[in-house]
């Protein structure tokens, strides 16, 4: 195990020194980047908008659009309807906000009524309140001549909802776009708020968010030029749409759709294997398959045109029946549009055109002085953990320290490299990878120690304890990389922001801890060729413990059940304090009347009114911000908090614009992220009851749910506001957990095969006093770095880390008296592995309990 051959030697410090080397960029200002030559790497990691700004876009909802196309819906409704009644009609028109038409039988007058009557019927505006609006209403102004006019109602209702509609499908455009954490809110009645981050583009989001993407797939009407249609008049159900590439072509094309884009259900970026043209292969579902299928098979040799927002892309001759439910669109692509395409047809269609009416720069959420202290704090962590660990294991913990260092060089590169976006929930994702890959090194080194307690000499004891801490490791990092993985494909928003930065991170521990930290031992023990492990300059935990933690399972038992219980009665009965992120609130726009705003001042002059949540940030000049305030529980209280900030600012700041936002975690983001936990926790079950028994599957996933269940209790008990950084102090609370109890359950898998005739309750209790010291080191280190961010983080990130500090006591007593108790409850018992190594119980007394022997 401590041998390398020369390749594995120069591969290791070859990937050592391409994270470097990509690392660096980000240490350098961009000034100074941009003067260094050009071959040199420049890329620097992408920071989220609360770390450095963004693009801000302020979208609005054509609302004349939406009025033209209900109108349109209407009219077609009614010819539809009339024609199924079967009564005749003629001048059916649709223009000024109302259809109408002529019944030519005045026998059927009553017949029209009826047949129209489900048109003007109450329709429900809330799944929950309750509400209802009429959308048309209908009048008769002379016999035979029926109106139906659209409402004021009805199109508020209309607007509304396409608002709705329009968040998500920027989200998930923007999501598509890579692993930003956008910013994406309701505002006022008719606008969508827009920031993001880390595109270098501006005008590509704009267009990525603009475009509508209505596809269609419609017969191309052959009955007549087209050039002559536009000319002249065209068929009555037919239109003319022009190409998308110039010189724009015109095609004469049916209204009637064959298939749309909602019955797509994927679309991707490829090229055509021919020509080697970039297009967009499609899939649709079972009934546009079959409905396109059906509609090539009547039109044979006919041209059918691929229609997107009102533009012909292309306009095939249909050769053969299409059958396969699948399809391709080609046209003057390069990779870059065709990709844009597929996102866009991914995505779905937004119901309405959106207007860009503001574009704008901004700066970080957090403010110059919150990231300046969290760098100071950073700092401090760093150090706090580097002595900790030299103090604990002298020259092994130097060793620990450069593998950590490395470790952290790594995740930063990979970020760097992949672009991805770090934001707050990301740096909490670094703080639980660095607790990890802390937990890795003392792992191995606290095996290391035993092997030597049992006469080993120090390169057995060594080569021993890597061997057998590895699969610990392994194990207790597949379980927590899994559910990153599965974070990051079912969640959304700081969901995978946390998740890509734990993927990575984990997979850079494994690397550093199997792989430099043993090469760099190995060198150790080449060049200074030592006897016996060095100890630390300090006994942390005394070698062999015996601490009696089934005694108190039963207490345990009782108290976790009643805190769980009392945190889910707590959270149904007063309910967390939502922040902005999910209850929306007011957003004030203020101008400095002299100079540049200071951020923090104005920070500091808001909380002092204690008017809830408050969010500041630099935005367009440095003498503009942008404040939103927390939604109050009624109107009058969020009238009041807007006046006292207006006359807090008012005497240095001009009150340029206030408005209503909407909350920035919608429903569908709020419920991927739930299904992403839920999947994330069976995942787990089924890795770890694979890899142990069902007992120890099933003893992990109580745990985490406990945990879970304690911090949803403390964010009630203690008022912290629950925002989006919340959820990632959650989730880190899930890795570590998870993390410390495989840790424990690993060795009591190893306890189990080998004293198969130990009582499981002195076998339990033997294996938590083996993993204790690394249960407090690891605890320690990790209390460090979050500790020194609470102190002098500054407070706009202090309930963010309290709520990591709490997460992280509440997950190391849960792996001791929840877990391993609960493998108890669950009637597990030795004789459950084979037999691996066993030893008799007096052998296990000499190792692991001296104190029966008489000596301490």
């Given at each position: 195990m401590l041998y390398f051959a020369r390749w594995k030697t120069v591969l290791i410090w070859l990937v050592v020194l391409a994270g470097v080397i990509m690392a660096a960029p980000n240490l350098v200002s961009q000034d100074r980047l941009n003067a260094m030559p050009d071959w040199l790497p420049k890329r620097q990691m992408t920071l989220g908008l609360d770390l450095q700004g963004g693009v801000h876009l302020l979208l609005e909802v054509d609302r004349a659009d939406i009025e033209e196309e209900r109108l349109r819906t209407a009219e077609s409704d009614v010819r539809q309807l009339l024609r199924e009644a079967g009564v005749g009609y003629t001048g059916l028109s649709a223009s000024d906000g109302r259809v109408q038409f002529r019944?030519?039988?005045?026998?059927?007058?009553?017949?029209?009524?009826?047949?129209?009557?489900?048109?003007?019927?109450?329709?429900?505006?809330?799944?929950?309140?309750?509400?209802?609006?009429?959308?048309?209403?209908?009048?008769?102004?002379?016999?035979?001549?029926?109106?139906?006019?659209?409402?004021?109602?009805?199109?508020?209702?209309?607007?509304?909802?396409?608002?709705?509609?329009s968040v998500e499908v920027v989200r998930r455009r923007i999501d598509e776009l890579g692993t930003t954490e956008p910013v994406i809110q309701r505002q006022g009645t008719n606008r969508v708020l827009v920031q993001v981050p880390g595109e270098a583009d501006p005008q590509r989001v704009k267009d990525l968010i603009g475009q509508t993407a209505r596809l269609a797939f419609r017969m191309v009407d052959t009955s007549m030029p087209a050039q002559e249609a536009a000319n002249g008049r065209p068929p009555a159900n037919s239109e003319v749409l022009y190409s998308v590439e110039e010189p724009r072509v015109p095609y004469l094309v049916e209204r009637q759709e064959l298939v749309s884009g909602e019955n797509l259900t994927d679309a991707q970026a490829g090229f055509d294997q021919r020509t080697n043209e970039p297009i967009v292969t499609f899939r649709f579902d079972t009934r546009g398959a079959q409905r396109f299928g059906a509609a090539t098979q009547r039109n044979v040799g006919v041209p059918f045109a691929i229609v997107l927002d009102n533009e012909v892309i292309s306009a095939p001759v249909i050769r053969e029946p299409i059958l396969g439910g699948t399809g391709q669109i080609s046209g003057s692509f390069t990779a870059e549009t065709a990709n844009d395409l597929a996102i866009l047809l991914r995505a779905g269609a937004l119901p309405a055109d959106l207007t860009v009416i503001e574009e704008r720069a901004i700066g970080p959420g957090l403010g110059a002085d919150s990231i300046s202290a969290g760098q100071t704090a950073s700092l401090i962590g760093a150090v706090l953990v580097v002595a900790f660990m030299i103090v604990a294991y002298g020259q092994l913990g130097v060793i620990a320290n450069l593998a950590l260092i490395a470790n952290v060089t790594l995740i930063i590169a990979v970020l760097t490299l992949l672009g991805a976006t770090l934001t707050l929930p990301g740096i909490a994702g670094i703080v639980l990878t660095m607790g990890m890959a802390v937990d890795s090194n003392v792992l191995i080194f606290e095996r290391v120690k035993e092997e030597q307690r049992q006469g080993r000499s120090l390169i057995q004891s060594l080569?021993?304890?890597?061997?057998?801490?590895?699969?610990?490791?392994?194990?207790?990092?597949?379980?927590?990389?899994?559910?990153?993985?599965?974070?990051?494909?079912?969640?959304?928003g700081p969901v995978r922001g946390f998740a890509i930065t734990l993927a990575i991170g984990i997979i850079t521990t494994v690397f550093t801890a199997f792989t430099l930290t043993r090469w760099l031992i190995a060198a150790w023990l080449r060049r200074m060729k030592p006897k016996q492990i060095p100890n630390g300059l300090a006994t942390l935990v005394p070698a062999n413990t015996s601490v009696p933690f089934m005694k108190a399972r039963k207490l345990a038992y009782v108290f976790s059940i009643v805190t769980t219980i009392a945190s889910i009665g707590l959270f149904f009965s007063m309910g967390m304090n939502y922040g902005i992120d999910f209850r929306g609130g007011s957003s004030i726009e203020i101008q400095a009347l002299d100079g540049e705003a200071d951020v923090a001042d104005v920070r500091d002059r808001l909380n002092a009114l204690q008017i809830g949540d408050v969010q500041v940030q630099e935005f367009g000049s440095a003498s503009d911000l942008l404040v939103r305030i927390g939604a109050s529980e009624d109107d009058e209280g969020a009238q009041e908090a807007i006046s006292q900030a207006?006359?807090?600012?008012?005497?240095?700041?001009?009150?340029?614009?206030?408005?209503?936002?909407?909350?920035?975690?919608?429903?569908?983001?709020?419920?991927?992220?739930?299904?992403?936990?839920?999947?994330?926790?069976?995942?787990?079950?089924?890795?770890?009851?694979?890899?142990?028994?069902?007992?120890?599957?099933?003893?992990?996933?109580?745990?985490?749910?406990?945990?879970?269940?304690?911090?949803?209790?403390?964010?009630?008990?203690?008022?912290?506001?629950?925002?989006?950084?919340?959820?990632?102090?959650?989730?880190?609370?899930?890795?570590?957990?998870?993390?410390?109890?495989?840790?424990?359950?690993?060795?009591?898998?190893?306890?189990?095969?080998r004293y198969k005739k130990m009582p499981i309750i002195e076998l339990l209790d033997l294996s938590m006093n083996q993993t204790l010291s690394r249960t407090i080191l690891t605890g320690v280190t990790t209390l460090l770095a979050l500790t020194s961010l609470y102190i002098f983080g500054g407070e706009v990130i202090a309930s963010f880390t309290l709520a990591m500090i709490m997460g992280i006591l509440i997950g190391t007593y849960s792996s001791v008296f929840v877990a391993g108790p609960l493998l108890d409850l669950f009637k597990l018992r030795p004789g459950t592995f084979a037999e691996d190594d066993e030893k008799s119980d007096a052998e296990v007394a000499s190792q692991t309990h001296p104190s029966r022997q008489g000596t301490v």
């Amino acid at each position: 195990m401590l041998y390398f051959a020369r390749w594995k030697t120069v591969l290791i410090w070859l990937v050592v020194l391409a994270g470097v080397i990509m690392a660096a960029p980000n240490l350098v200002s961009q000034d100074r980047l941009n003067a260094m030559p050009d071959w040199l790497p420049k890329r620097q990691m992408t920071l989220g908008l609360d770390l450095q700004g963004g693009v801000h876009l302020l979208l609005e909802v054509d609302r004349a659009d939406i009025e033209e196309e209900r109108l349109r819906t209407a009219e077609s409704d009614v010819r539809q309807l009339l024609r199924e009644a079967g009564v005749g009609y003629t001048g059916l028109s649709a223009s000024d906000g109302r259809v109408q038409f002529r019944v030519r039988d005045e026998a059927e007058i009553e017949t029209a009524r009826s047949a129209l009557e489900e048109l003007t019927q109450p329709v429900s505006t809330s799944m929950f309140a309750g509400g209802s609006i009429t959308e048309l209403e209908a009048s008769e102004p002379e016999p035979g001549r029926l109106v139906y006019t659209l409402t004021e109602a009805g199109i508020d209702h209309r607007v509304s909802t396409a608002v709705s509609q329009s968040v998500e499908v920027v989200r998930r455009r923007i999501d598509e776009l890579g692993t930003t954490e956008p910013v994406i809110q309701r505002q006022g009645t008719n606008r969508v708020l827009v920031q993001v981050p880390g595109e270098a583009d501006p005008q590509r989001v704009k267009d990525l968010i603009g475009q509508t993407a209505r596809l269609a797939f419609r017969m191309v009407d052959t009955s007549m030029p087209a050039q002559e249609a536009a000319n002249g008049r065209p068929p009555a159900n037919s239109e003319v749409l022009y190409s998308v590439e110039e010189p724009r072509v015109p095609y004469l094309v049916e209204r009637q759709e064959l298939v749309s884009g909602e019955n797509l259900t994927d679309a991707q970026a490829g090229f055509d294997q021919r020509t080697n043209e970039p297009i967009v292969t499609f899939r649709f579902d079972t009934r546009g398959a079959q409905r396109f299928g059906a509609a090539t098979q009547r039109n044979v040799g006919v041209p059918f045109a691929i229609v997107l927002d009102n533009e012909v892309i292309s306009a095939p001759v249909i050769r053969e029946p299409i059958l396969g439910g699948t399809g391709q669109i080609s046209g003057s692509f390069t990779a870059e549009t065709a990709n844009d395409l597929a996102i866009l047809l991914r995505a779905g269609a937004l119901p309405a055109d959106l207007t860009v009416i503001e574009e704008r720069a901004i700066g970080p959420g957090l403010g110059a002085d919150s990231i300046s202290a969290g760098q100071t704090a950073s700092l401090i962590g760093a150090v706090l953990v580097v002595a900790f660990m030299i103090v604990a294991y002298g020259q092994l913990g130097v060793i620990a320290n450069l593998a950590l260092i490395a470790n952290v060089t790594l995740i930063i590169a990979v970020l760097t490299l992949l672009g991805a976006t770090l934001t707050l929930p990301g740096i909490a994702g670094i703080v639980l990878t660095m607790g990890m890959a802390v937990d890795s090194n003392v792992l191995i080194f606290e095996r290391v120690k035993e092997e030597q307690r049992q006469g080993r000499s120090l390169i057995q004891s060594l080569d021993a304890g890597f061997s057998r801490a590895m699969a610990t490791v392994i194990d207790a990092n597949m379980t927590t990389l899994i559910a990153a993985v599965i974070l990051f494909y079912l969640g959304s928003g700081p969901v995978r922001g946390f998740a890509i930065t734990l993927a990575i991170g984990i997979i850079t521990t494994v690397f550093t801890a199997f792989t430099l930290t043993r090469w760099l031992i190995a060198a150790w023990l080449r060049r200074m060729k030592p006897k016996q492990i060095p100890n630390g300059l300090a006994t942390l935990v005394p070698a062999n413990t015996s601490v009696p933690f089934m005694k108190a399972r039963k207490l345990a038992y009782v108290f976790s059940i009643v805190t769980t219980i009392a945190s889910i009665g707590l959270f149904f009965s007063m309910g967390m304090n939502y922040g902005i992120d999910f209850r929306g609130g007011s957003s004030i726009e203020i101008q400095a009347l002299d100079g540049e705003a200071d951020v923090a001042d104005v920070r500091d002059r808001l909380n002092a009114l204690q008017i809830g949540d408050v969010q500041v940030q630099e935005f367009g000049s440095a003498s503009d911000l942008l404040v939103r305030i927390g939604a109050s529980e009624d109107d009058e209280g969020a009238q009041e908090a807007i006046s006292q900030a207006q006359a807090a600012l008012q005497q240095d700041y001009d009150i340029r614009r206030v408005e209503v936002v909407g909350p920035t975690v919608s429903s569908e983001l709020a419920t991927a992220g739930t299904i992403g936990v839920l999947a994330a926790l069976v995942a787990m079950l089924i890795y770890i009851w694979l890899r142990f028994e069902w007992h120890f599957g099933l003893g992990a996933i109580v745990t985490t749910a406990h945990d879970v269940a304690l911090m949803v209790g403390f964010f009630v008990i203690s008022g912290i506001e629950f925002n989006l950084t919340s959820i990632a102090a959650i989730l880190t609370v899930v890795g570590y957990s998870i993390n410390d109890t495989v840790v424990i359950y690993d060795r009591v898998r190893e306890n189990l095969r080998r004293y198969k005739k130990m009582p499981i309750i002195e076998l339990l209790d033997l294996s938590m006093n083996q993993t204790l010291s690394r249960t407090i080191l690891t605890g320690v280190t990790t209390l460090l770095a979050l500790t020194s961010l609470y102190i002098f983080g500054g407070e706009v990130i202090a309930s963010f880390t309290l709520a990591m500090i709490m997460g992280i006591l509440i997950g190391t007593y849960s792996s001791v008296f929840v877990a391993g108790p609960l493998l108890d409850l669950f009637k597990l018992r030795p004789g459950t592995f084979a037999e691996d190594d066993e030893k008799s119980d007096a052998e296990v007394a000499s190792q692991t309990h001296p104190s029966r022997q008489g000596t301490v």
